[in-house]
């Protein structure tokens, strides 16, 4: 069965870092993209930033400058270094993926995480 599983969230105040990290687990065979999105309360879910497997970055014009999205393949692992972190960052952080696995064939499948919560005091 195959999971992402996030951590790292929490409580920092304004101004301060935090370091998210989402590993994938399971019989997977190989992972494309890998991204962050973020729900607010009361908000759309919205991309914050994805890496592909070749490493081509696309970020969210509000966090452009302030995280940087990185990925291990040997590990399945995502990561998303928040520096600068606003008020308006807090929201729940979500992982994402397109995970290739074999199950009698192939298969891949859009992937999401539980979610864990960040929340930036002011």
């Known amino acids: 069965q195959v999971q992402l599983v996030e951590s790292g969230g929490g409580l920092v105040q304004a101004g301060g870092s935090l370091r998210l990290s989402c590993a994938a687990s399971?019989?997977?065979?190989?992972?494309?993209?890998m991204g962050w999105y973020r729900q607010a309360p009361g908000k759309q879910r919205e991309l914050v930033a994805t890496?592909?497997?070749?490493?081509?970055?696309n970020y969210a014009d509000s966090v452009k400058g302030r995280f940087s999205i990185s990925r291990d393949n040997g590990k399945n692992t995502a990561y998303l270094q928040m520096s600068s972190l606003k008020p308006e960052d807090t929201a729940v952080y979500y992982c994402?993926?397109?995970?290739?696995?074999?199950?009698?064939?192939?298969?891949?499948?859009?992937?999401w995480g539980q979610g864990t919560q960040v929340t930036v005091s002011s």
């Open positions: 994402n993926a397109n995970i290739t696995y074999w199950r009698i064939m192939f298969h891949t499948q859009e992937y």
């Open positions: 890496i592909t497997n070749g490493g081509t970055i």
């Open positions: 399971g019989s997977i065979t190989s992972i494309r993209n």
